[in-house]
């Protein structure tokens, strides 16, 4: 599966934010459907992801209550709508599909196929 990730860009804190991951050769609802962030000086982190074959959804802590992921089975993609978005948030965020609904959710090396970045900047 191809994935492109859009939809990032500079805002406030305490604006909103949807990122939007496209799949492509593929159905998202196959995959664990991953989120994961980097900022600079930081290692790559989880963020978010969506694991329809098991019906349930995870989230890092540090957004959890602000930051949601979804899929639309029509436009086969996969959003991450972030809510109350403060300076931490500041990151490249990536997505990423895992073929193994039983494995990690949260760790990185499970996930095979990623999209390019999108560059999330939140001004306080």
């Known amino acids: 599966v191809q994935l492109q990730a859009y939809g990032g860009g500079l805002v406030w804190a305490g604006d909103s934010l949807r990122l939007s991951c496209a799949a492509s050769?593929?159905?998202?609802?196959?995959?664990?459907m991953g989120w994961f962030r980097r900022a600079p000086g930081k290692e790559r982190e989880f963020v978010a992801a969506?694991?329809?074959?098991?019906?349930?959804?995870s989230y890092a802590d540090s957004v959890k209550g602000r930051f949601t992921v979804s899929g639309d089975n029509a436009k086969n993609t996969v959003y991450l709508q972030m809510d109350s978005l403060n300076a931490e948030d500041s990151a490249v965020y990536y997505c990423?599909?895992?073929?193994?609904?039983?494995?990690?959710?949260?760790?990185?090396?499970?996930?095979?196929?990623w999209g390019q970045g999108t560059q999330v900047t939140v001004s306080s």
């Open positions: 990423a599909a895992n073929p193994r609904p039983y494995s990690s959710e949260r760790t990185a090396s499970e996930y095979d196929s």
């Open positions: 050769g593929g159905t998202y609802r196959a995959y664990i």
């Open positions: 969506l694991n329809h074959r098991r019906s349930r959804t």
